[in-house]
Structure formats: structure tokens, C-alpha cells
């Protein structure tokens, strides 16, 4: 999934006459990430519900998962889907093999559920490089099916790639793929031209800076103003960057136009900041995930594009929704979700005047929440209360249970009581 990217010291951009033709994407937009290893991972009903609650409209999934992408239908929540990795193998030798994915997990749920986009599988070429040589043909296979369902149009294929491919990546106008992969490389940047797709790019500032010994400042992952004479400068381009996440989009841009490529646009698949660490990770902290992500989501939706493409924007992915506790590694790798399996805020964000992404985007937020212990009749009654009086749309919930199980019960509570206090101060805790 994460993999690390690598930036230099100082971080540059482009020439002004370089911009791209007119791109199909010109506003940007913020999704999230969905991965499921939680030892106790909310419902698919109660996933939406916390989506809905936190005007999420853009959603990335690890795989096709049946019931979640049921309990999407009729969101219009626009929706990745994925071909895992276990998977490439079998549908990039076989068309038969991809058309029947794609009927069994496109197919079968559109137009109900709004799928717009299949990532094939992720971060091949460096995880999994075995697979590469029959990368292209499954992108490809998976294009076919969409074509003869006349899906082409309004679904389209791609693959995630760390930025680590990008070598010599600064200054960023002199950024070049690993040499190794043009075999696959310019075959699937002609794909993605010819369909009209974008180059998928997941993008961790967080880990150029712990891999950077000191070279890039914390200010500078982090989206922090620099003082001019710290802004990192492009000696070719003259181009000035004033963070880290620019820098990389940029490099990969002129990674693309080394061979050729300048109308692929970029969309960051997953970017981040984990919550918290251990201790060979102490900028792994609460203060930081929120200056990162609040900074990241404001620089999104400001479409302000990159030094080296100033109007176009970079739809991006906040690596993720969920902490996912079961996830191997170290202490950072559980804790790079924006809300617990509770669905209660891990930070509230601070989003002033960045627009509403997530309803905990402004600095005085609050946020009702199932008090530990509390007795479930006494949660049942909140419940009946918030989805009759209350107003709030509970039709996530299971029809006809006369009580929940406590635990579901208090996850409800939080969901609805979320969905009915949006806009008030601090966590609070009821009942």
C-alpha cells in the first residue's frame, strides 16, 4: 500500500509555457481511502453513514468489496474500485478472466452505486514486480470489458505507483523514472493518454521527511509558510516550491514528459500523516496529522495546481478513514486514519475557509459520542429519539431490530448524534 517517496532539499518547478492542453479534470477534489483491518470494523451500513454524515463524496477501495459498494448504491458517492494484487496475475493473462471481474464487480452494481474509476492493482512495479510485464495487458483487458458494456466513458483504469519509481526526483525538472520499467512505462503512459485516464500517485511527504536526516525541514512536509529565501528554488525551471507534496507531483510530471508525455494529469491516490508513533518516529503526532491533512485538503480544493502547472489541480486521497489496528509495523502504520472504528474523530480537522470536506472541518466543532459504559436501553432511547424527533436519517440502520447489541448500538448513537450536532464545540459525551 504506503511506499516511500524520496525528494531532495529545495523543490522547483516548471516553465509557465509547459502547461498541459485542457485537462478533463480542472476542479480537485478530496477523497478517502478505505482499508479494513480493524479488529473491529464498522458495517458497510455504518461506513456510509459515517461518509454521509462527513460529506465524503470520494471514496477509494482496497478491493470490490459486494456489500459495501451495495451499501454505496444510491449515495452518489463516487467510487475506486480495486483489483488487488493477489489478483493481477490471473486477469492480466486472461481477457476472459478481467471481463468476468468486471461483471461480477462493476458490472453488478452500476448505475446504482456511482463507480468511477478501477485501480489495477498497487505499487506493482515495486511491490510486486513480478507482475509488471503483464501490468499493461491487464489495465487493458479490464478496458475491454468496460468498452463492451459502454462503461468506457465514465469509468476509468489506472494504476497506483509509489513515487520511489521517480528517480534523481530533485530538483524536479530533472526527475526520471527507474529506467528499468520504460518497457512497462511508456506502454501504459500511451494507455492512459489514449483513454483519457490519469497517472496514479501515492505521495508521503511524511516519509521523505523521516528519510531525509534533516535535510527537509518539518515546515515543509507539513505545508507550513516558508520565508522566501527557505523556499526550495528549481535552478532550471527558477520554479519556487513551498512544500514537499508539490515537489513530488512536479517531479512525476516531468518524470512523464522525459518520455514524451505532457496530457496525463495526476491523481494522488493516498498522501497523509500518521497520528502517532513510537519512539523512532516522534513527528508522528496528533498536532502534525492535523496541520498536515487540514493543510492538504485547503491547498486541494484552492485548485492551485503545482509551480510547474498552476491551474491544474490534484485530486488527492487522505490515506485514510479508518486507524487500521491490525496493520503489521511499526506504532505509525495503525494510526494514519481520520476517525476511530467508532467513528469518533481521531482531530478535529481545521479547515477554515478551506469548504466543507468533513463535517469536523472548522476549529469549533463538536462531537456527541456514547459515554464508555453507558446502558444500552438508555442508548437505545437516544437512538429512537435522534432518528424520530431528532430528524436525523437513520435508514443505515437494520430494519426491525428491537435492540441493538451494545457495541453496534453505541457506534449508531455516535453516527446519528454526529449527523444531528455538526456545528457546536468541543467532544462531548451524552448519556
Not at 444500552?376 to 430528524?391: E, T, Y
Request: hydrophobic residues 40%; negative net charge; aromatic residues 10%.
Amino acid at each position: 500500500m504506503r511506499m516511500k517517496s524520496y525528494v531532495n532539499k529545495d523543490n522547483l518547478f516548471v516553465n509557465p509555457a509547459e502547461l498541459l492542453p485542457p485537462l478533463s479534470f480542472p476542479d480537485g477534489f478530496i477523497g478517502v481511502n478505505i482499508g479494513t483491518a480493524l479488529s473491529d470494523m464498522p458495517s458497510p451500513t455504518q461506513v456510509v453513514a459515517l461518509l454521509k454524515a462527513q460529506n465524503i463524496r470520494h471514496v477509494r477501495l482496497y478491493d470490490a468489496d459486494r456489500a459495501l459498494l451495495l451499501a454505496l448504491a444510491n449515495t452518489g458517492i463516487r467510487v475506486t474500485v480495486s483489483v488487488p494484487n493477489d489478483q493481477l496475475l490471473g486477469i492480466g493473462q486472461s481477457n476472459a478472466s478481467a471481463a468476468n471481474w468486471v461483471a461480477r464487480n462493476v458490472i453488478a452494481h452500476v448505475p446504482a452505486t456511482n463507480i468511477t474509476a478501477i485501480a489495477v492493482g498497487s505499487e506493482i512495479l515495486t511491490t510486486l514486480p513480478n507482475a509488471a510485464p503483464v501490468l499493461v495487458s491487464a489495465l487493458k483487458f479490464i478496458h475491454s470489458a468496460l468498452v463492451a458494456s459502454n462503461l468506457d466513458g465514465q469509468i476509468k483504469v489506472s494504476t497506483p505507483h509509489s513515487s520511489s519509481i521517480i528517480l534523481d526526483s530533485f530538483p524536479p525538472s530533472q526527475a526520471f523514472f527507474n529506467r528499468s520499467w520504460d518497457p512497462v512505462m511508456v506502454p501504459l503512459l500511451k494507455f492512459l493518454q489514449s483513454t483519457g485516464s490519469y497517472f496514479m500517485l501515492n505521495a508521503y511527504p511524511y516519509y521523505d521527511y523521516m528519510q531525509s536526516n534533516g535535510v527537509i525541514p518539518l515546515d515543509y512536509a507539513l505545508f507550513r509558510p516558508l520565508p522566501p529565501n527557505k523556499e526550495a528554488v528549481d535552478a532550471n525551471t527558477l520554479l519556487h516550491y513551498t512544500n514537499v507534496f508539490d515537489a513530488v507531483v512536479d517531479a512525476t510530471y516531468f518524470a512523464m514528459s522525459y518520455l514524451n508525455f505532457t496530457n496525463v494529469p495526476i491523481f494522488v491516490m493516498e498522501s497523509g500523516w500518521p497520528s502517532k508513533g513510537d519512539s523512532s518516529e516522534p513527528e508522528a503526532t496528533l498536532e502534525n496529522a492535523n496541520t498536515y491533512n487540514s493543510n492538504l485538503i485547503r491547498h486541494v480544493l484552492n485548485n492551485t495546481g503545482t509551480p510547474k502547472h498552476p491551474r491544474i489541480a490534484v485530486s488527492t486521497y487522505i490515506y485514510e478513514l479508518y486507524n487500521e489496528d491490525l496493520r503489521p509495523g511499526p506504532v505509525s502504520e495503525k494510526n494514519w486514519g481520520l476517525f476511530d472504528a467508532n467513528g469518533m474523530p481521531v482531530y478535529t480537522l481545521h479547515l477554515t475557509g478551506g469548504g466543507t470536506v468533513l463535517a469536523n472541518d472548522t476549529t469549533n466543532q463538536t462531537f456527541c459520542v456514547a459515554k464508555e459504559g453507558a446502558d444500552p436501553k438508555m442508548l437505545q432511547a437516544a437512538l429512537d429519539w435522534a432518528c424520530g424527533p431528532g430528524k436525523v436519517d437513520c435508514s443505515f440502520l437494520l430494519q426491525g431490530a428491537a435492540m441493538l447489541r451494545a457495541k453496534q448500538c453505541c457506534c449508531s448513537c455516535n453516527i446519528c448524534f454526529q449527523c444531528l450536532f455538526p456545528e457546536d464545540g468541543q467532544v462531548s459525551r451524552y448519556l
